[in-house]
């Protein structure tokens, strides 16, 4: 099998969206995993994607802004909320390079259950926040019951200035043009496009995290790359079966 490289931009552009969006106040926190802890959290077809022999998981909250269908203006509301994810690096047999989410944090519960229903993605029904304030950034999340108590993330950073050359593994952990879920008992890619990432430094000025221990996954020690970004905007295309 030939993996797909890394790239700063899709080789696999979405000329007909299904959903569009704009993401804003990216952080993405990561720490190392072994590739074989994670690789049974993935779904069937799709193994754990690895940088050196590392796989990542991410810790990443952002502002989703006027989700939509197609190239529709998005909504106001129901679809502008801050969101929290938890994810892995996957890549499936045709090659191609992609994230399977763990969990996902969302304020609106309306999005969680159309999200759930349509992609049978983790959604998890939340009370979150985010606030950028300069190079300041603070977001604090806690999950609903039925979710056991404990379920949240507190977490403080300083942006800093762009990074020019981002490097290899950052590229790594952002640059991704696809998702891989679970849908009516078949493993699906979901491709994405957008522009490339304007990444910026970034410190943690605190954390304290439940999320990732929720989602089955072990850390140890502080996060390996910190990066934050302003955000750029996304489409979706239509999902295609792994064999």
Request: charged share 15%.
């Amino acid at each position: 099998m030939i993996i797909e490289p890394v790239t700063p931009r899709t080789t696999r552009p979405v000329h007909r969206p299904v959903l569009s969006q704009f993401w804003r106040h990216l952080l993405f926190v990561h720490w190392p995993v072994n590739p074989a802890a994670v690789a049974p959290l993935l779904p069937p077809h799709v193994r754990p994607d690895v940088w050196n022999g590392t796989s990542w998981v991410g810790l990443v909250p952002f502002r989703m802004e006027r989700l939509g269908l197609g190239r529709g203006p998005g909504l106001p509301y129901l679809g502008t909320f801050p969101e929290v994810n938890v994810r892995l690096y996957s890549v499936d047999r045709q090659g191609r390079r992609g994230v399977v989410f763990r969990s996902l944090e969302c304020p609106r519960l309306a999005a969680v259950l159309a999200a759930r229903a349509t992609l049978s993605l983790p959604y998890r029904w939340s009370s979150t926040h985010l606030s950028v304030d300069g190079d300041s950034y603070f977001m604090a999340t806690r999950a609903h019951p039925p979710s056991p108590a404990g379920t949240g993330c507190v977490l403080t950073a300083r942006t800093g200035k762009q990074l020019l050359a981002p490097g290899p593994l950052a590229d790594f952990l952002t640059a991704r043009w696809g998702l891989h879920t679970r849908v009516g008992g078949r493993t699906v890619y979901l491709p994405t496009d957008h522009p490339a990432w304007p990444l910026y430094e970034a410190r943690l000025g605190g954390l304290s995290d439940g999320l990732v221990r929720a989602a089955g996954i072990t850390v140890r020690g502080a996060p390996t790359s910190v990066l934050y970004s302003p955000g750029v905007p996304v489409r979706f295309g239509r999902w295609q079966t792994v064999d």
